[in-house]
């Protein structure tokens, strides 16, 4: 028997019992949707807290200064098509520019997030930052919320887009994704801004493991317990006649697992999120 690993699914061919090779294979048949509604800001229009599509927004108390901008010549410019975001609020009471949006997401899905962060000038010294959460609270709350990544500019020079990338594990169905800003504290008037573009969340799919046990059953491993992931089959994998199979994952350890008694036909295998 020989055995590949890999992520996204497994493929089984010649299932017979003493003749069975397994691949684990490099195609990904998932669609990619972005759950981020205008995560790249091009739905403009340009403006002071004009975020078409999120629908939270908390601008500080004091000198709030945040909106979306469009590209004209380098550094004020977007990562992703025309249109950006930018924080340029200085406030003076610890309260940030703060934008988000509610996701619709499975309880126990693994979902990738990625965002990309610059500046559009020097920032040295004056504590210009910008924090992404991800939970119930539309702040950063750490006894309910997720830090996905916090970005701290301090330079003399304007900083390119740099991409954050995390991954994360839902705990509720409706979290809110937020960008918390603020150009520099201690009412500072610095000019030079944070900036934010292509936001993407999608869901991602947990390391799909294969293996043998006795001479015709197949074990389908894959982190996680209670996992809301099911089993695909599918004769070939790039056609559509993908097929969700009706067994349950039962806990084995800190896995979810599923056994299948091997088929003579080839088969493709792969985990959905429902």
């Keep these: ?32 949707t972005n759950l981020v509604p205008n995560g790249s800001f091009e739905a403009g229009p340009a403006g002071v807290q004009t975020f078409t599509g999120w629908n939270w927004l908390g601008p500080a108390d004091n000198f709030s200064n945040y909106g979306v901008a469009q590209s004209t010549s380098y550094p004020d410019v977007a990562e992703d098509g025309n249109y950006y975001a930018y924080f340029r609020g200085h406030p003076t ?19 990738h997030i990625s965002f990309y962060v610059g500046t559009d000038g020097p920032t040295a010294g004056t504590g210009a930052a910008l924090w992404a959460v991800i939970g119930t609270s539309f702040g950063i ?19 390119p887009y740099r991409q954050f990338s995390v991954n994360y594990l839902a705990t509720t169905a409706w979290p809110i994704l937020s960008f ?58 790039t056609t559509t006649n993908w097929t969700t199979l009706t067994n349950a994952p039962v806990n ?12 003579a036909s080839q088969q493709f295998y792969r985990l959905t999120l429902p």
């Design 180 to 237: 918390h800003g603020i150009n520099a504290t201690n009412g500072m008037a610095a000019t030079n801004a944070v900036l934010l573009d292509n936001i993407w969340m999608t869901p991602a799919y947990p390391p799909l493991k294969l293996s043998l046990s006795g001479s015709n059953e197949l074990v389908f491993q894959w982190p996680f317990t209670n996992s809301p992931y099911r089993l695909q089959a599918n004769s070939w994998p």
């Design 1 to 32: 028997m020989t055995m590949k690993k890999n992520n996204v699914q497994a493929m089984v061919v010649g299932a017979a019992c003493l003749g069975l090779a397994v691949h684990l294979g490099a195609l990904n048949a998932h669609a990619q």
């Design 141 to 159: 709350d750490l006894t309910q919320d997720v830090l996905l990544a916090a970005f701290y500019a301090d330079s003399s020079n304007a900083i």
């Design 252 to 263: 084995a350890g800190t896995n979810s697992q599923i056994v299948l008694t091997a088929d």
């Design 93 to 111: 009471d610890n309260s940030q520019d703060c934008l988000g949006t509610t996701v619709n997401v499975t309880v126990g899905g693994l979902y």
